[in-house]
């Protein structure tokens, strides 16, 4: 990805989450599958995750609820959004898609929108996405949601993928901003299909509709290849965090905020020492949700709001299936 030239950066001027009430502890995992307490949370620094348990409840849901709480943030109503742009690899359907749903929901009449799926790096290339139609001028105001309902297509058999995965959704409103400093300044974003084969569900597309046997043979449930993955993303996730600083001239005590995609303890610390950011300046809330997906970059935006001050470097860094990687370089607006 290029720089911005623009005239007009795009900014974060408001942020939210909403995670579902019920909490599935460690505990409760161990009496579903051949695990521990321990075990989890020596591997990969999950206590517990949050499940939507309604099975009348989906995706543009938890969607709904956090650009509600967002919107109320903001003071401003559901109408004079131009553009929603929804993260998921869990719409609640293949069609009509969930930013569709979303905006229905909350009556934003005025808006567009579409989903764009590239898994745990869905919110940082949607949010790459939506800075556009902000700084080429189209839009004014563009909600970028982050939002999965894991537990839908996790199977809570295989210890291996049940206790990474939780439910959550966060929301961000991009506005234009004048002033040349603040704002999304930069972007590198990256895939390699080659990964593919390492994490994915391959039921319920054009190459594996549904049928009795895809899903006898689990073909709708998260296959993921974690050794493999780990190795990748440790790496992966590292480089273009450290790219992104050295092409920004960034050193490490520049860094107000590193906020990496929550998918493993280990794979955050090696990432910020890599980038050479103090642990007290990583956002780390992956002991309480698990891995939300395209939720835990707004999640964390969204809980460490308080503390962010205008003119803050954040590094957002991500990496997920696909697979897709990649990082974006703001300075907090407010």
């Known amino acids: 990805m290029i720089k911005n030239h623009k005239n007009i950066n795009a900014k ?26 321990e075990w989890i949370t020596t591997r990969t620094g999950i206590k517990e995750r949050r499940i939507l348990k309604d099975p009348l409840l989906a995706t543009s849901d938890m969607g709904k609820n956090a650009v509600d709480v967002l919107l109320e943030k903001r003071g401003i109503s559901a109408e004079e959004i131009d553009l929603i742009i929804c993260a998921t690899v869990t719409p609640d359907m293949l069609f009509p898609s969930t930013a569709c749903l979303i905006a229905n929901k909350v009556g934003a009449k005025n808006a567009f929108g579409f989903d764009l799926s590239a898994a745990c790096s869905a919110f940082i290339f949607a949010l790459d996405c939506g800075a556009k139609y902000i700084s080429s001028g189209q839009c004014k105001k563009v909600i970028v949601v982050g939002a999965d309902k894991m537990s839908s297509i ?10 990474i995965f939780g439910d959550g959704a966060g929301a961000v409103l991009l506005e234009p901003e004048e002033d040349q400093l603040l704002g999304i300044r930069d972007s590198i974003l990256k895939i390699d299909g080659a990964g593919g084969e ?20 689990g073909h709708h449930y998260i296959y993921q290849d974690g050794k493999t993955v780990f190795k990748f993303a440790v790496t992966k996730m590292a480089d273009v965090s450290e790219e992104i600083m050295k092409r920004n001239n960034l050193k490490g005590e520049d860094v107000a905020w590193l906020v990496p995609h929550q998918a493993n303890l280990r794979i955050i610390d090696a990432t910020a020492k890599r980038m050479s950011v103090d642990t007290d300046k990583v956002m780390v809330n992956i002991h309480k949700y698990g891995n939300t997906t395209a939720a835990t970059i707004p999640l ?5 709001e ?29």
């Open 154 to 163: 996790v199977d809570y058999t295989d210890r291996q993928t049940c206790v």
């Open 306 to 334: 308080n503390k962010l001050k205008k003119n803050d470097n954040l590094i957002l860094a991500a990496f997920g299936g696909g697979f897709t990687w990649g990082a974006i370089y703001l300075k907090w607006a407010y």
């Open 198 to 217: 390492y994490l994915k569900m391959i039921g319920g597309g054009s190459l594996n509709p549904a049928t009795m046997n895809t899903v006898k043979m």
């Open 12 to 37: 974060i001027s408001a942020v939210a989450g909403w995670v579902p009430d019920y909490v599935l502890t460690n505990n409760e995992l161990s009496q579903m599958v051949d695990t521990s307490d």
């Open 300 to 304: 964390c935006l969204s809980d460490w």
